[in-house]
């Protein structure tokens, strides 16, 4: 049986049908020349993105307004729950899961970084709706400002940890001389030198290494402050988005952000307690900075749901900078927690107990689980 060759009616009847299967994804009819030649991308479509806000949307102010209260609600719990555990004695609960949370909260502010601000970020500042200068500057924009956020992250740390080591060392020569002025004058000066030098007062329980006195607390505070910055601005403007969405949008949104936020309050908790922050109020504090975020977005976006354009360069560009700049201060601080706090708190409960290996895996686990449940929420944010 011979095979026939395709005839040019074939060749051309399937070049028709591919370019009609084509024209669904990519048309020039859906291009508008108007403006070729003055630079500007208004009113354009681009295989399908959209660069001017929907003038017919079905848009209710109630439905959105309810959305602020229930999501503040659900920040609350999240960020309080591992405030309130550490303080109240009838809810401790062991400290082995509290362990498991912390590395829970890990995987949640590398998932967070990753996926919930370094991809929007880079969807945002390499959008065809930004100007043609935009892209022909340079294309790694959202990298760039991760990279420069993680470089900055590393500097003010170094800066932090010096100046924490030199005050602490000032404090510990300052006690040690007011100890000997009063050995001079005490009988058996001797034996009460040899009494105090092991712990001076200066110390107030920090860890010595050959002179290089460091205050953990603190450091755990700075890691704090940093997290609450990163996650909060990052809420802001998710809060944001959510504000101006049409109805169908919202429904979606609104069950994956209230996860969103409540893991993220979860992870911003557990580092808040574990800091030992000075006084309650101050904990209080960073907890209803991070709970009023993403209410507040969503208000604004409520109060400018009918001016503000989504998809227009300047709001592109601000968003994709803010979010490319928190990303790379939260996988700073998701690194550095990944390295130095996960191995710590595994060999501090994990090493020479029983089932030690059970409970390493438990805390991989945890890590794991943090990860993957913001990855999968990021589909729908």
């Keep these: 049986m011979s095979l026939t060759p395709p005839t040019f009616s074939t060749v051309e009847l399937c070049q028709t049908a591919f370019n009609n299967l084509f024209s669904l994804y990519y048309s020039d009819s859906d291009h508008d020349h108007s403006d070729e030649g003055t630079g500007g991308h208004e009113g354009h479509i681009h295989a399908g993105v959209t660069c001017e806000d929907d003038p017919d949307k079905q848009y209710s102010k109630p439905i959105h307004i309810a959305a602020v209260f229930i999501i503040l609600g659900v920040s609350v ?7 309130l555990a550490t303080h109240i004695k009838q809810l401790r609960i062991p400290r082995y899961a509290i362990i498991v949370g912390k590395s829970i909260g890990i995987g949640v502010v590398l998932s967070c970084a990753f ?8 969807i945002s500042l390499t959008s065809e709706c ?12 959202p990298y760039l400002f991760a990279l420069l956020a993680g470089i900055v992250m590393q500097f003010i740390d170094f800066v932090v940890l010096q100046y924490l080591t030199n005050k ?16 001079v004058h005490t009988p058996g000066g001797d034996e009460t030198s040899k009494s105090h030098c092991h712990t001076p007062n200066g110390a107030h329980g920090s860890h010595v290494h050959g002179g290089l006195l460091m205050d953990p607390a603190a450091l755990k505070t700075i890691e704090a402050y940093l997290l609450e910055f990163g ?4 809420s802001v403007f998710i809060g944001l988005a959510v504000g101006v969405v049409d109805d169908s949008t919202l ?14 309050g979860v992870a911003l908790g557990s580092r808040i307690s574990d800091a030992k922050l000075t ?15 993403a209410p507040i977005g969503i208000a604004i976006g409520v109060g400018v749901a009918s001016s503000l354009n989504v998809n227009g360069p300047t709001y592109l560009i601000i968003q994709g900078v803010f979010d490319s700049v928190c990303a790379g201060i939260l996988l700073y601080i998701g690194f550095s927690l990944m390295i130095k706090d996960f191995p710590e708190d595994m060999e501090e409960l994990c090493r020479g107990k029983k089932y030690e290996y059970f409970l390493r895996a438990g805390l991989f686990i945890g890590l794991w689980v943090g990860a993957a449940m913001m990855a999968f929420i990021g589909k729908y944010l």
Excluded at 284 to 293: E, G, Q, T
Aim: charged share 15%; no cysteine; glycine share 2%.
């Design 279 to 293: 006084s309650h109020w101050h904990e209080a504090l960073l907890a209803s900075i991070f709970s009023v975020s």
């Design 168 to 183: 602490e060392m000032k404090k510990a020569e300052t006690s040690k001389d007011s100890i000997s002025l009063h050995d």
């Design 77 to 83: 719990l999240g960020t309080t729950i591992p405030i």
């Design 115 to 122: 996926i919930h601000m370094l991809l929007p970020a880079v």
């Design 251 to 264: 429904k979606a949104l609104l069950v994956a952000l209230a996860f969103h936020q409540f893991f993220e």
């Design 130 to 141: 930004l100007p043609e200068s935009w892209h022909e500057g340079y294309e790694a924009y």
């Design 231 to 234: 996650i909060t601005v990052h």
